[in-house]
């Protein structure tokens, strides 16, 4: 017979925490997904935003014609991809069209479980708001990812840089949300009489820099400011090079100027170290010793990923890896963020 506190509380904050983990996982291939369409230089191989539609790709010669005849009207192959094969277009577009339908997937995998869970009234009391506004979140993610892509369909060659920063970080503020929500979660499967967990201040000074970090290091991509210097910890010959045309207004450098956001990226990630190893230090003295050690050791790791990438001219593969571990370094650092708000020292 079913126990009366089983049917006093038909929540399953348990199968909700694993549900929210298994898409936190997708988000980070999409990470890496959106990591090597940008460093194949194939965002812009779709020119239309087909939300349904979209999902079914070319399967005739004549609709892989079509797609191709919309992708020679834009700048980035009148000006830089002229002659390109439809063999060439074909790769491009893989990589495009399996951003895109990863990003499909996504929202299948959060809205149609929530329904789910919702119909069943297996969400606990609190989190139905949270859950909803992580699915909101999501929709405007796929919004944005079309924002951006739009913004090198007429004029420019490529995306905004500033558009996919917006991108990138809005898709890991979903990342960790949703980790920090199935870590609550979680806690409440081990206690009803658990509450969410707190942001404290240091969490959310790390959070802050490590987001900040991101940022830059999505105006490097998407600036293409990698290529600039591909030397450590010199740019060239001296620290900062000499007689680098600087733009007006003075800040607009720090984001429009590929040489000033590879040279504040590269040193600001330091920054960022310090404030996420004090994080997994506070976090380890409140006993989150494993989330602690991870994220220290992924923060080292991190920074020799970002020299690699430099050294190596922007190798692919090395930048990729570069991407991916910025995700799980994120989420590492959600997980002592975590803890120092269950438990603080």
């Known amino acids: 017979m079913l ?3 089983s049917l006093a509380h038909p929540s399953r904050p348990r199968a909700l925490a694993t549900w929210l ?4 996982g997708l988000i980070v291939a999409m990470v890496i997904v959106g990591g090597i369409t940008r460093l194949t230089e194939s965002g812009l191989s779709i020119t239309e935003w087909k939300p349904i539609s979209g999902a079914i790709p070319p399967l005739t010669d004549a609709a892989w014609q079509a797609e191709f005849d919309h ?6 192959y009148t000006q830089i991809n002229r002659g390109m094969t ?3 277009f074909k790769h491009i577009f893989f990589w495009e069209y399996s951003h895109r339908l990863l990003g499909r997937l996504i929202g299948l995998a959060f809205a149609l479980p929530l329904l789910w869970f919702a119909v069943k009234r297996r969400v606990p009391p ?3 708001w949270r859950l909803v506004a992580l699915l909101a979140l999501g929709g405007l993610q796929g919004a944005i990812g079309w924002w951006m892509v739009s913004s090198g369909l007429a004029v420019r060659t490529d995306v905004s840089h500033v558009r996919l920063a917006v991108h990138l970080i809005t898709a890991l503020i979903l990342l960790s949300g949703m980790v920090w929500t199935a870590l609550d979660l979680r806690n409440l499967a081990g206690s009803r009489l658990a509450r969410p967990a707190a942001l404290r201040p ?3 000074i790390a959070l802050a820099l490590l987001f900040s970090q991101i940022m830059f290091g999505a105006f490097t991509a998407g600036l293409n400011a990698g290529y600039a210097f591909a ?3 010199l740019m060239g010959d001296s620290f900062f090079p000499a007689g680098v045309p600087m733009v007006s207004p003075a800040w607009r450098n720090a984001v429009d100027n590929p040489v000033v956001v590879q040279f504040i990226h590269r040193w600001f990630a330091f920054i960022a170290a310090a404030g996420l190893i004090a994080l997994a230090l506070k976090a380890m003295r409140s006993g989150g010793v494993a989330a602690g050690r991870i994220l220290i050791g992924l923060v080292v790791l991190q920074i020799l990923l970002g020299i690699s990438t430099l050294m190596s001219g922007v190798e692919i593969g090395i930048a990729v890896a570069h991407q991916a571990n910025a995700a799980l370094t994120l989420i590492a650092a959600t997980f002592a963020a975590h803890a120092i708000g269950r438990n603080p020292a």
């Open 3 to 5: 126990q009366a506190s």
């Open 21 to 24: 983990f298994t898409v936190a």
């Open 71 to 76: 992708y020679k009207r834009i700048p980035e």
């Open 86 to 88: 439809l063999a060439g």
């Open 126 to 128: 609190g989190y139905g």
């Open 202 to 204: 240091l969490a959310l």
């Open 231 to 233: 030397s450590w910890p």
